[in-house]
């Protein structure tokens, strides 16, 4: 069974580019947000699928689960680099506190998760634009960690039980 859990990589670009006076202006700052959101989010993800594969290899998918919960958000920051935004998973089920979205992200999760559209979105928000791309549990080695509970393994219950 495959589940569709809604994940975004969200960009907030603080940057001068949010006052644009021509249309003209706005989709070239849209269009080189889409640029850098896509291929910054593409790293994120093979880094992450990558370091989490290894873990699997090694350590079962338990210790996987406990390596995420403590490297993803540095891996996170790691592949940001020195960008001028910031890079964060968010989702409505998240499990990490600090994945969980602000109400001005909810439109946008719920859109997805209606929709299940494969398309980024870009929002030009009162301060910053916000680049969202989905993320949508695809693979079935995908559904260890995040596949119903029924269909969980008892280590894996337990590590996500005892980390969130």
């Known amino acids: 069974m ?3 859990i809604v994940w975004i990589l ?5 940057a001068t580019a949010t006052h644009c006076t021509s249309r003209n202006d706005r989709a070239a700052t849209i269009q080189a947000i889409r640029t850098v959101g896509d291929s910054v989010s593409l790293l994120a993800q093979r880094t992450l699928l990558s370091r989490l594969t290894a873990q699997i290899e090694t350590n079962g998918f338990a210790g996987a689960v406990q390596y995420c919960s ?3 958000l540095p891996l996170l920051d790691s592949v940001k680099g020195a960008g001028t935004f910031t890079l964060q998973r968010i989702s409505e089920k998240y499990r990490n506190p ?3 979205p602000e109400a001005s992200d ?3 999760l719920q859109y997805y998760a209606q ?3 494969k398309t980024d979105t870009v929002v030009n928000g009162k301060k910053y634009y916000t680049y969202y791309k989905p993320i ?3 693979m079935n080695t995908c559904l260890n960690c995040h596949g119903t509970p029924l269909a969980l393994d008892t280590a894996v219950k337990r590590m996500l039980h005892d980390l969130y």
């Open 2 to 4: 495959k589940r569709s």
């Open 10 to 14: 969200a960009w907030a670009w603080v």
């Open 70 to 72: 403590v490297q993803a």
């Open 98 to 100: 600090a994945d969980q």
């Open 106 to 108: 909810l439109p946008v």
């Open 115 to 117: 929709t299940l559209s």
């Open 136 to 138: 949508y549990v695809a």
